[in-house]
């Protein structure tokens, strides 16, 4: 079974923190995305890394940043914690989708990270 | 850009009722993939069931269907003889066609349905 990883499945920060969320996954998989999850607004895509070293901006980049060092991890960076990034922060994987046998691959996902900042 | 709606914020059936959460998409891509995902109380968001919008046969998984209108971009999620461990969000998601090379197409999701199941 594919496991993603996500560091801390609670998190609470004070408003200007630098705060670091970790993803890992154990799957070999290419593309990494990180999400958050609001009441009411389903889960918005914040950046996303198709490959090592990659990544490209989502839906709501801003006030965050990411880093891919390694294929297996994507850590998704705060650089001042706001109040307004009080949230569930969600990591997914699957392989690239450039192969036609993987064309349908779904993502796999870790188990979240709530994160409060006050 | 595409958009995905779930009109019902929350659901409820009887246990062993069947019930049907609606989703609805917009596109203008003949090529797509579509997607439910489950996130109970745990919070593993888990993939309930996929399709490929060029299949016109209905995606079916054990207790788990769905009724795929593609002109009228529907894709409607049907759970038979429901079961508490069916209680859950459940969010509608859509994918374009891989066009590049990198295969890097975005997950859209919908804002979700709660499903409660009543003993």
């Known amino acids: 079974d594919v496991k993603v990883t996500q560091s801390s499945r609670y998190l609470v920060k004070r408003t200007g923190e630098k705060v670091f969320l970790e993803c890992v996954q154990d799957?070999?998989?290419?593309?990494m995305f990180w999400y958050r999850q609001d009441p009411g607004l389903g889960l918005r895509l914040i950046y996303f890394?198709?490959?090592?070293?990659?990544?490209e901006k989502g839906d709501i980049p801003e006030g965050y940043s990411v880093s891919r060092e390694k294929k297996e991890r994507f850590s998704l960076i705060l650089e001042s914690a706001s109040t307004n990034q009080t949230s569930m922060y969600l990591c997914?994987?699957?392989?690239?989708?450039?192969?036609?046998?993987?064309?349908?691959?779904?993502?796999?996902f870790g188990n979240g990270t709530r994160l409060t900042v006050t | 850009a595409q958009t995905v709606t779930q009109s019902q914020p929350e659901m409820s059936v009887q246990e062993a009722e069947t019930v049907t959460l609606s989703c609805t998409y917009d596109?203008?891509?003949?090529?797509?993939?579509l997607f439910w995902y489950k996130q109970p109380p745990s919070r593993q968001m888990i993939l309930v069931i996929r399709?490929?919008?060029?299949?016109?046969q209905n995606a079916t998984e054990n207790r788990f269907s769905v009724n795929f209108q593609k002109a009228a971009k529907s894709f409607s999620l049907k759970i038979s003889d429901s079961q508490l461990g069916d209680a859950a969000m459940y969010f509608c998601?859509?994918?374009?066609?891989?066009?590049?090379?990198?295969?890097?197409?975005?997950?859209?999701f919908g804002t979700g349905t709660r499903l409660t199941i009543i003993p």
């Open positions: 596109t203008s891509e003949s090529d797509y993939y």
């Open positions: 799957m070999d998989h290419e593309n």
């Open positions: 998601a859509y994918r374009n066609y891989p066009r590049s090379n990198f295969g890097n197409e975005k997950l859209t």
């Open positions: 890394s198709y490959d090592v070293k990659m990544k």
């Open positions: 399709q490929e919008a060029y299949k016109q």
């Open positions: 997914a994987s699957r392989f690239a989708l450039s192969p036609p046998h993987r064309r349908n691959s779904p993502l796999h």
